[in-house]
C-alpha cells in the first residue's frame, strides 16, 4: 500500500475495503495518519467500542433492535481506544452474523457505508475462482518456491480480462448477430467466463430466438430505444456488475446522427464507444470536434440502473 501512495497521483482517493482479519489499530492508524487513504473495515463483534458519550460495549451489543444500523460517530475501537471516522453495527435479516465496520468518514450514511463494504465480495468470489483448478488458476494447490514467482502469479491473476463477445455461427442469421436477446446473453457468457470488461456491438431490436421473445413480451423488459436496449444488456451482466463498451460498427459521417447514438449508449449506462473508424477517417480538426463532443456527453453522470 505505501508503494501505490507513492505511484498515485495526489489528487486520487483512495479507499481500502477489508475483512475481519485485516481489523487492527495500527493498520488504521497507518491508512488515516501516514497513506492518508480512506478505509471501510470490518472488524470482530467481540472488539471493544467506546462512544463519545462514554458508553462501552462489544461492538456486536450495539446492533439495534432486529437488527437495525447503530452509527456511532467518533468512537474509541479496542481496549487501546483508537478512534475512528465512523463505527457501524448492523445485522440485516440476510446476514449471519452482525456487521462491524470501521470507517474513516464521519458523515458517510449507514448504507453508503454497506454499500461499499458489499462491494468486497465481488473481490472474494475473485480470489475464490482464482484458487480453484477448475474455475481459476488453481492457486489454492500450486506450491511455489519464492515470493517473488508468488507474487508473479497474482500479479497475472489481477490483470484484467477483456472479452470482445460477438455472436457468430450458422446457428444465426445476420439479423440474429445484434438481437437484443443474443446480445444479451453474449455479455452474460463473457461475464460468467471471468469479463472484467465486455466488448459487444450495439443491440437492435430484433430478438432472434423464439423462446426469448416470450420471455420479453411476458416480463415486458423494456427494448424499444437504444438506451433501453443498452440498460437492458447492461443488466445482462450480473446486474450491471461488469464494464460494457460499444463497438462503433460502420463509419457513419453524420455527426448529428453518430452523437445521438453516443447519447443513447451513455444515457442507457455504457461505458464507452469504440469509434476508431469514425475518427480516422475524418480530416484532423474536424474529428478533434467530434472527439470533444463526445467527451462532453460520457463526462456526466449517466445512470446505471436495472430494468427489472
Not at 16 to 24: E, K, L, N, W
Not at 98 to 123: D, E, F, H, N, V
Not at 204 to 218: M, N, P, S
Not at 270 to 279: A, C
Request: glycine share 10%.
Amino acid at each position: 500500500m505505501r508503494s501505490s501512495r507513492w505511484i498515485l497521483p495526489a489528487d486520487i482517493k483512495v479507499c481500502i475495503v477489508a475483512d475481519r482479519g485485516f481489523g487492527d489499530q495500527k493498520l488504521y492508524r497507518m491508512l488515516t495518519e501516514e497513506l492518508k487513504f480512506d478505509y471501510v473495515i470490518r472488524f470482530r463483534g467481540n472488539i471493544t467500542v467506546t462512544t463519545t458519550a462514554g458508553e462501552t460495549r462489544t461492538a456486536a451489543a450495539f446492533v439495534g433492535p432486529g437488527g437495525r444500523a447503530r452509527v456511532l460517530r467518533g468512537a474509541w475501537v479496542t481496549a487501546d481506544r483508537y478512534q475512528v471516522g465512523t463505527v457501524l453495527c448492523v445485522q440485516d435479516k440476510e446476514m449471519k452474523q452482525a456487521w462491524c465496520l470501521a470507517a474513516s468518514s464521519t458523515s458517510a450514511t449507514s448504507r453508503a457505508l454497506m454499500r461499499l463494504y458489499g462491494k468486497r465480495w465481488g473481490i472474494e468470489s475473485g480470489l475464490r475462482d482464482a484458487k480453484d483448478p477448475r474455475f481459476g488458476m488453481g492457486m489454492g494447490s500450486v506450491h511455489v518456491s519464492t515470493p517473488e514467482r508468488r507474487d508473479r502469479l497474482w500479479l497475472i491473476n489481477g490483470l484484467a480480462v477483456v472479452i470482445w463477445s460477438y455472436p457468430r455461427g450458422s446457428g444465426l442469421s445476420k439479423d440474429g448477430e445484434t438481437a437484443i436477446d443474443v446480445v444479451g446473453y453474449a455479455v452474460q457468457i463473457a461475464a460468467q467466463l471471468g469479463a472484467h470488461i465486455i466488448k459487444v456491438k450495439l443491440p437492435t431490436a430484433h430478438i432472434e430466438q423464439e423462446a426469448a421473445r416470450k420471455v420479453y413480451d411476458e416480463r415486458r423488459i423494456p427494448i424499444a430505444t437504444p438506451t433501453e436496449r443498452v440498460r437492458h444488456v447492461l443488466d445482462c451482466t450480473f446486474a450491471g456488475r461488469r464494464i460494457v463498451i460499444f463497438s462503433g460498427g460502420a463509419a457513419v459521417f453524420d455527426d448529428d446522427k453518430l452523437l445521438d447514438e453516443i447519447r443513447s449508449i451513455h444515457d442507457g449506462g455504457g461505458f464507452g464507444s469504440i469509434i476508431g473508424r469514425n475518427s480516422f477517417q475524418r480530416p484532423k480538426e474536424e474529428a478533434l470536434r467530434m472527439l470533444g463532443s463526445i467527451m462532453d456527453i460520457y463526462a456526466a453522470a449517466p445512470e446505471r440502473t436495472r430494468t427489472h
